[in-house]
């Protein structure tokens, strides 16, 4: 029988770390929902000692989350440990992952400790870590440029404390696949008493070569891979989870071992976490982009309509590729639309909620023939923003766009529940929308970003837009959907201002880096 390899997605930790990725609580708490469908072994929640923020978002995931390890990075301190201990508290399966630096550069310049100390307060550490939880992840930050020797020496020490999982991340990218999964096979034959924890890898993908070391590590014997979806994270990411899953499911011939992991929840995980970060996800990407599976040559297609597997590894169904009709419209009752919302994985905060989605919903399919569930994933997400948050809202607007002309808009906003007009001429309809809304907001931000994709197919589709903002060092991504791209882009910008209003987005999201 195959190995279990442990599947430890942190989306939500360092893939929160890509500038404007910042989520929202019950932004987060929908995605760690889609994680426990998907049968994700470890959910590493965030940072709690970040912020307040970050803190309340992982203990409300560790009250919901029931099958999956709810886990909290903290850096080797005694303060950082006990907040990620409270915050994991009501969790069934908590775990703390605590790091340390353990390259020379990294000691020297950035720790300012010598060796001795490093390995000194890494044990401390382990011992903080077990008063909460006996399931104690430790992990030496910038492993791929640390002395082999050093790396033997903390491990040892670890173990000797009371880790369980000891996390070797090439912090930086700057390892070979070749030279990776040697530096695997000597802590595991150097190592005393290796055979007794869980070996891990984290591999970032500044060269591209995140998912190769991965792999090539797990092949030396690692049995825990720290991967995102989409490879989302800090400068170019992580390895992507469903490159990983992907990759031991297809070729057992070459991998002794499997993932708990259900693969049809992949692609569904994937356009929730794209929607939410504004992050799109790249036609050609492996897995989950919308080409993986198109063949446009004609020897191709003939071969795939003879026999799938002559150009095909994998089946598109196996990986959640699939058109889900809403069979629900206009006449369509409340339950039948919450009822689908469930199926999705979708549970919004309050049935003050639910009917705003509801009512939404009812607007769009006297807009749309047919509605698909990247439709209701669109509609649900104007409850990105809490009611109480909601500082600014939409209530009208008019452009005017012609050959010839300058664009016009016009604009009623209600801020703080206080009616305000306002009209703006822009290069185009959108920045003159935009323009207007800012006459009236004054926030001074900065757009960082603005992008469109069609949810669906056809002339009918809802457009989905991303505004990025920043102000103050602070970023935020805003998001809106409708058949009208001009009010999709109102919408996202709006959301944008709530979410800096609110100060859901953070300076410096995360204090550490694995």
């Keep these: 029988m195959a190995e279990r390899l442990v599947i430890f997605d942190t989306t939500l930790r360092d893939g929160e770390q890509s500038p404007g990725a910042s989520m929202t609580r019950e932004e987060k708490i929908r995605v760690a929902r889609q994680l426990e469908k998907m049968r994700v072994d470890v959910i590493e929640a965030g940072f709690a000692a970040a912020s307040p923020g970050d803190f309340d978002a992982i203990h409300a995931i560790a009250e919901t989350i029931r ?54 307060q890494a044990v401390k550490s382990i011992g ?27 491990f040892e020490a670890v173990i000797k404390a009371g880790a369980t999982t000891l996390n070797v991340p090439d912090t930086v990218g700057y390892n070979l696949p070749q030279q990776f999964s040697e530096t ?78 259900d693969a049809t929840q992949i692609v569904p995980a994937s356009r929730l976490v794209s929607q939410i970060t504004g992050y799109p996800v790249q036609p050609n990407k492996a897995i989950v982009g919308a080409n993986a599976f198109a063949h446009e040559s004609g020897i191709h297609q003939d071969g795939v309509l003879k026999h799938r597997e002559t150009y095909e590894i994998m089946r598109a169904e196996d990986v959640g590729w699939k058109q889900n009709k809403l069979v629900l419209g206009k006449h ?11 199926e999705l994985g979708i549970v919004l905060a309050s049935e003050e909620a639910l009917n ?40 009208y607007s008019q452009v005017s766009s012609e050959t010839g002309e300058t664009p016009h808009a016009k604009v009623t906003l209600s801020v703080g529940g206080q009616e305000q007009e306002a009209e703006a001429s822009g290069s185009g309809p959108v920045d003159a929308a935009f323009k207007a809304i800012e006459h009236v907001a004054a926030s001074g931000a900065k757009l960082l970003l603005y992008s469109v994709n069609a949810i669906t197919t056809g002339t009918d589709a809802q457009g989905e837009v991303t505004v990025r903002l920043s102000k103050a ?11 009208d791209i001009v009010i999709a882009s109102a919408k996202a910008y709006i959301n944008a201002l709530n979410k800096l209003h609110s100060s859901q987005g953070r300076v410096n999201p995360q204090k550490g880096e694995v």
């Design 473 to 483: 060092e602070r970023v935020v991504n805003g998001q809106g959907a409708d058949t």
């Design 67 to 120: 099958e999956s390890t709810v886990c909290s990075l903290a850096r080797a301190s005694e303060k950082d440990i006990e907040r990620a201990g409270e915050a994991i508290a009501p969790a069934e399966r908590k775990r703390i992952h605590t790091f340390i630096a353990t390259s020379p550069i990294h000691m020297e310049k950035k720790l300012r400790m010598t060796p001795d100390e490093v390995v000194e």
């Design 332 to 342: 369509s009752g409340r339950n039948a639309f919450k009822s689908r919302l469930s």
């Design 184 to 261: 695997i096979r000597q802590l595991l034959l150097r190592v005393p008493n290796a055979d007794q924890v869980i070996w891990s890898v984290h591999c970032h993908n500044d060269l591209g070569l995140a998912v190769a070391n991965s792999l090539s590590a797990v092949l030396a014997g690692a049995r825990q891979v720290e991967c995102t979806i989409n490879g989302l994270g800090e400068r170019a990411g992580n390895a992507a989870l469903e490159e990983i899953v992907m990759t031991v499911r297809t070729r057992p011939d070459i991998f002794a071992v499997d993932t708990a992991i």
């Design 128 to 154: 903080w870590a077990r008063q909460y939880t006996d399931d104690v992840e430790f992990s030496a930050e910038d492993a791929g440029r640390s002395e082999l020797d050093f790396l033997c020496r903390i």
């Design 356 to 395: 705003a989605a509801f009512a939404r919903f009812k607007e769009l399919a006297d807009k749309k023939h047919e509605i698909f569930d990247e439709d209701l994933q669109a509609l649900v997400s104007d409850e990105t923003v809490t009611p109480a948050a909601e500082h600014y809202k939409l209530n």
